[in-house]
């Protein structure tokens, strides 16, 4: 039999993390190597262990999982993803694909496709699932945010009033007022509450 695929999971829901072991060590073609259950933790794992595949949620406390593929794929460019989230929006998918992920799951997956998907990615192919690869298509269609209107965009969540922002940036109301109408503008929205709906939807902003 040839070698079995070395994983890393990395999760930080311990029954979901626990769950993925399980299921994973008892396919005879594949052997979980360590877990993780934050993105620092992640990075010191993945440099002892140099698995074949890291499993890869996006949510994870003190580092998230797209700025840990980053660091990871910093030190070691072969490494491969599959990022395993609850999260669908096209933002999500993007900044994870751009950071080198080579494929895409929910979490409602099922078990075949979860291990065909490991296959893939192992063999070096990117596997993004239709759905996913729709949401994509739209997000690349989409005219980005800039950086500041991006910060802007984190504070109407945050539900922070024009003078509140003004001064957390340390700029004028009428700057913050000409941000708000452009970031409206490219959400295709009319007001600052449908703005804070889209954002966290299409996962360009997260609740902390």
């Known amino acids: 039999m040839s070698e079995r695929i070395r994983i890393l999971v990395v999760d930080d829901h311990h029954v979901v993390r626990q769950g993925l072991v399980a299921l994973l060590n008892i396919m005879p073609e594949m052997e979980v190597v360590g877990e ?7 990075i010191e794992l993945y440099r002892t262990l140099r698995p074949d595949v890291t499993l890869m949620d996006l949510q994870l406390p003190n580092l998230g999982g797209v700025d840990a593929i980053l660091k990871i794929r910093g030190d070691d ?13 096209d933002e999500d998918i993007f900044r994870s694909l751009q950071a080198g992920a080579k494929a895409y799951l929910l979490k409602g997956m099922t078990v075949e496709e979860l291990t065909s998907t ?10 993004i699932p239709p759905a996913i690869a729709e949401k994509l298509a739209e997000r690349m269609s989409a005219q980005p945010l800039t950086n500041r209107e991006l910060k802007v965009l984190e ?4 539900g922070r009033a024009n003078k509140e922002i003004a001064s957390d940036l340390q700029i ?4 913050v007022k000409s941000h708000i109408n452009s970031l409206l503008g490219k959400l295709g929205v009319s007001d600052r509450t449908h703005a804070a709906t ?4 299409r996962g360009i902003v997260h609740l902390k």
Do not use: K, N
């Open 36 to 42: 993780a259950s934050d993105g620092l933790q992640a």
């Open 172 to 175: 004028s109301e009428a700057t």
């Open 198 to 201: 889209i954002a966290l939807q």
């Open 118 to 127: 490991i296959h893939a990615v192992h063999s070096g192919r990117t596997l």
């Open 77 to 89: 460019p072969a490494a491969r993803f599959v990022v395993l989230t609850t999260f669908d929006g």
């Open 155 to 158: 504070r109407i969540v945050a």
